[in-house]
């Protein structure tokens, strides 16, 4: 069983940065691989970005490649997302999640329905 809990969303410009903390409990958070994902009102949640269970694997979406950067650290239970040169339609709860099996690619990683825990999220706005 692992708890997930996001921290650090708010209310940022256009342009600004903003990083998203994610807290894992359990003695076991390097047996997971974590995502990061977003939704809006009316839509799916959408993948972001994952990160392998050792962090020498990462994976983005193309809408946030080269702006966003995943990072874990095992020894503190806890993954970032740092988020630069932030757009409106970054706008969206942002959640934490992980995945306890083992292979790491992009189809799987991508899929909602492939991780096993979620945090409760965390709001992102930022304005025009």
């Known amino acids: 069983q692992v708890q997930l809990v996001e921290s650090g969303g708010g209310l940022v410009q256009a342009g600004e940065s903003l990083t998203l903390s994610c807290a894992a409990s359990g003695r076991t958070f390097s047996s997971y691989a974590m995502g990061w994902f977003r939704q809006v009102p009316g839509k799916e949640r959408e993948f972001v970005a994952a990160?392998?269970?050792?962090?020498?694997?990462?994976y983005y979406d193309d809408s946030v490649k080269g702006r966003f950067t995943i990072s874990r650290d095992n020894a503190k239970n806890t993954v970032a997302l740092q988020m630069n040169s932030l757009k409106p339609e970054d706008t969206a709860v942002y959640y934490c999640?992980?995945?306890?099996?083992?292979?790491?690619?992009?189809?799987?990683?991508?899929?909602?329905?492939?991780?096993?825990?979620w945090g409760q999220g965390t709001q992102v706005t930022v304005s025009s």
């Open positions: 999640s992980a995945r306890r099996a083992t292979i790491f690619t992009i189809a799987t990683i991508r899929a909602r329905d492939e991780y096993d825990y």
């Open positions: 990160i392998s269970r050792t962090g020498d694997g990462t």
